[in-house]
Nanobody
Framework: QVQLVESGGGLVQAGGSLRLSCAASGRIFSTNTMGWFRQAPGKEREFVAAISWSGGSTDYADSLKDRFIISRDNVKNTVYLQMNNLKPEDTAVYFC???WGPGWPRRLSREYDYWGQGTQVTVSS
């Protein structure tokens, strides 16, 4: 089993920044891909960003790549999402996820094996 725990969400004004963290524990194998997704009320879960095991490859939703940065620390088994210049439309529950297997990039939620419980991000105007 793998456990993923997100943290760092909260309430922020438009234009502000937040840094989300996702700590992984359990049977963490190497060469995994970590991803962030988000889900706003009444909407489907959508891809935000993903990062390869080495951190050398990253992938972003086109609309977010100029404001969000994904990174990871494999010693700490933690992945981060730095979110800058936040907008009210970024309000959502943010989930981290992990997957194993070949292929890059991977943007579909069904392609990920384990998920965290999510952390709420609310951006006020």
């Amino acid at each position: 089993q793998v456990q993923l725990v997100e943290s760092g969400g909260g309430l922020v004004q438009a234009g502000g920044s937040l840094r989300l963290s996702c700590a992984a524990s359990g049977r963490i194998f190497s060469t995994n891909t970590m991803g962030w997704f988000r889900q706003a009320p009444g909407k489907e879960r959508e891809f935000v960003a993903a990062i390869s095991w080495s951190g050398g490859s990253t992938d972003y939703a086109d609309s977010l790549k100029d404001r969000f940065i994904i990174s990871r620390d494999n010693v700490k088994n933690t992945v981060y999402l730095q979110m800058n210049n936040l907008k009210p439309e970024d309000t959502a529950v943010y989930f981290c996820a992990v997957r194993w297997g070949p292929g890059w990039p991977r943007r579909l939620s069904r392609e990920y094996d384990y998920w965290g419980q999510g952390t709420q991000v609310t951006v006020s105007s």
